[in-house]
Each structure stands twice: as structure tokens, then as C-alpha cells.
């Protein structure tokens, strides 16, 4: 397979900018898209600030790399060596744009989908060459978290997974390969059953928001970072573990549906910080406050990680 040299980002919300900005400092030549000259112009200045973590957390420029901004897809995509998708979580729609893409791009380049859940086999179904889909699934925000889920359809091709899991260890971060591809991934999974026990707590009075956020932070999260769950496992010993799981998960969340909390605030449009409100309130000065002080304090505890 040709060595990926030059990337396509398509779609410029949350995540775009930020990958971009990681490819670009590993050396390669990055082309951001999106239809919206808005959405690009807001990209740029995403993109600036992801640079800047970068140079907090010292990462080396290996020198060659670019990232422009382009609104026309075909110009976007035209000698890339592989295609980063980054649109919206629909399946029709990245099934279109999949469609789209064969017509624009060589028959090797890779095709790799940041969708945080959607099954890559399900949208590569379609295609003339589904081999070169692969899941790329990077964590948010995508400046900061060295780590990338790595899905691999049906039909990928073993030559595709190879090539993205060594894109994963050249960009500085570290690939998990999938043995079994799953709804939600694996990060996913984890997170969305964490939230699913949380709000149960909430929906049942037993604790209020900000009183859970504490116990979890201090409690789980801060300890989590140190020793991951299966090593925490060995650590406390699995017939301590055993024992209080044998009454405990008969008493954990298994609610198929979703929170009656969370489900209330969105009904009345306190979406969280988009809306101002959500289960705290958030002020235009409170958000950049936030926004600054999450991101150094992440810097902070990436480079202990690391070290």
C-alpha cells in the first residue's frame, strides 16, 4: 500500500480541525472540507487553537506537513492517500458521500470513518470497493487524546487496517484494533454505560449533579487515568470483585430505555453548554472559562501520563 502522505478531512464541526492539526504536525498535507465557507472559516480558528495544545504538549513538528481549507469536495480529495470522514452521524448521508467519493478518488485510497458507533460494514455495504473502509475513531477533544479505536468491516482489507493502525503510531498515538466489530465501539460502550448508572442515580434522587460529578471525578475518573479498569481488576483482586459484583450488578442500571433527567432537560431545550443550560448553567464568559481551563488541565495530565 502507498504511504499515506496526504489526507482529506471532510467536515469541520467538533472533530475536523483538530485531527487536522495532529495529521499536519506528523508531516502530512492535509486538505480540510466542508460546504460551508462559515464552517471554514470557523475551522481555521479551531484549528489554530489545536495547534497551540500541540505546542503545549511539546509535540515535535516533523516538518513537511500543511492543512488548507477547501470547499469543493473533488479539489478536497484529489491525491489523497486516504479520506477522513467527519460528518454527521446519519448513515444515509455517509453513505452518499462514500458513494460520491469513489468517483473522485484512486482505487487504493484508504476511506477511514470517524463515526463514533454506526457499523463500518453497514457503510461500506454500497460501495465498488468496500476493502478500503476501516473505522478511525478518534476521541474528543482529538488534539489531546493519544489514543485511536481502530474497526475493521467485513471487508476491509488487512492491508488497510496495517496501513491505519502504522498512520496511528506515526501521528504519536496508539492504535486499539478491534477483534469483533460492535455498536458504540469500545470507548463508547464503556462511557455510555458509566452515563446510563449516573443519571439512574439521578433519576432516583440518590444523589444531585454536581454531588455525582464529585464522587466520580475523585472517586473513579482521577483513579481510572492511573490504573485502567482490568488492571484495577488484578489490583484489588478478582475474589473482592467477584463477591461484591455477585449482589451489586443485580442492583446496577440495565434501563434499555433513556433517562427520564436527561430526556426532560431536552424537552425543555437545555441542551447543556450549546443552549447555556443544562444541567448547570453556562454564561458566554463562564464557557470560554471552561473551555481554557479543560484544556490546560488535560495538557497537565497527558504529560504525567506520558511521562
Known amino acids: 500500500m502507498t504511504e499515506i502522505k496526504r489526507a482529506a478531512i471532510l467536515g469541520t464541526g467538533t472533530m475536523g480541525p483538530g485531527m487536522g492539526a495532529v495529521l499536519a504536525r506528523a508531516g502530512l498535507q492535509v486538505t480540510l472540507y466542508d460546504v460551508n465557507e462559515d464552517a471554514l472559516a470557523r475551522a481555521r480558528g479551531t484549528a489554530e487553537i489545536a495547534r497551540g495544545v500541540l505546542d503545549k504538549l511539546e509535540v515535535v513538528d516533523k516538518g513537511g506537513g500543511s492543512l488548507s481549507f477547501e470547499s469543493d469536495l473533488a479539489t478536497a480529495v484529489k491525491d489523497a492517500d486516504i479520506v477522513v470522514e467527519a460528518i454527521p452521524e446519519k448513515l444515509e448521508l455517509k453513505q452518499q458521500v462514500f458513494a460520491e467519493l469513489e468517483g473522485l478518488i484512486r482505487d487504493d485510497t484508504i476511506i477511514a470513518s470517524n463515526t463514533s458507533g454506526i457499523p463500518i460494514t453497514r457503510m461500506a455495504e454500497k460501495l465498488t470497493h468496500p476493502e478500503r473502509v476501516v473505522g478511525w475513531h478518534w476521541s474528543n477533544p482529538p488534539a489531546l487524546i493519544p489514543m485511536n479505536e481502530i474497526i475493521v468491516g467485513e471487508k476491509t482489507a488487512p492491508e488497510v487496517t496495517a496501513a491505519t493502525e502504522q498512520l496511528t503510531r506515526d501521528i504519536g498515538y496508539e492504535p486499539v484494533t478491534l477483534k469483533k466489530e460492535v ?125
Open 183 to 307: 455498536p458504540g465501539f469500545v470507548e463508547n460502550r464503556v462511557l455510555y454505560a458509566i452515563m446510563r448508572e449516573c443519571l439512574a442515580l439521578l433519576d432516583e434522587g440518590v444523589v444531585d449533579a454536581a454531588g455525582l460529578d464529585l464522587c466520580v471525578r475523585w472517586g473513579i475518573g482521577y483513579k481510572l487515568a492511573v490504573v485502567p479498569p482490568i488492571q484495577l481488576l488484578d489490583m484489588a483482586g478478582l475474589d473482592i470483585y467477584t463477591a461484591v459484583a455477585s449482589f451489586l450488578n443485580q442492583d446496577l442500571s440495565n434501563e434499555a430505555g433513556i433517562s427520564k433527567t436527561a430526556t426532560d432537560l431536552r424537552d425543555a431545550g437545555t441542551l447543556g453548554i450549546k443552549s447555556g443550560r443544562g444541567f448547570f448553567e453556562y454564561s458566554p464568559e463562564r464557557i470560554r472559562e471552561l473551555g481554557a481551563m479543560r484544556a490546560g488541565k488535560l495538557v497537565g495530565v497527558r504529560k504525567v501520563l506520558e511521562a
